[in-house]
């Protein structure tokens, strides 16, 4: 199963892609789709729309099986919050349209999933997103965020799959 992450940004939109074998994850790609700013009023549909593409032609080319995108965080400024908020919709967008289920995560989730602690750093984090997928380079740390969100989400569909088998077990023993 291939896993996508998603790490919703206006300006950088961090992406990373893992495959799930069992236990076992392994590094597919990861990038960061920058969105262009253009002048006058139509700045934020043209941002938009540059990172909707972007995010669909990633995609297109991966063929991810699920997706899991980042929770938005509430900022000091309340314009910015939305803005993110916007950009988070198109992460939430994009794979839906191509038929992808999306799970979403709160910042601490993600760390807690990978390093084992919610409060984490940003180095933890790269550390541990690195000691996971031996000899994974990062295109910046916008795509080691979304590597970290494929990784809590891989780790969340597999103790869902646990559950279902041992409830199935339990069942047919019954």
Known sequence: MKVLGIDPGLRNMGWGVIEVDG??????????IRSVATEGAGDLGARLSWLFRGLCAVIAEYQPDAAAVE???????????????????????APAEAGIAVGEYAPNAVKKAVVGVGHAGKEQVQHMVRVQLPGVEFDSADAADALAIA??????????????VVAGSRRGAA
């Open 23 to 32: 236990p076992r994850l392994r590094h597919i790609g990861n990038g960061v």
């Open 71 to 93: 929770q938005t965080f509430v900022n000091k400024d309340a314009s910015g919050t939305l803005k993110l908020g916007q950009a988070r919709g198109i992460a939430l967008l």
């Open 151 to 164: 990784i809590c989400h891989a780790h969340h569909l597999q103790g869902r799959s646990m559950r279902v």
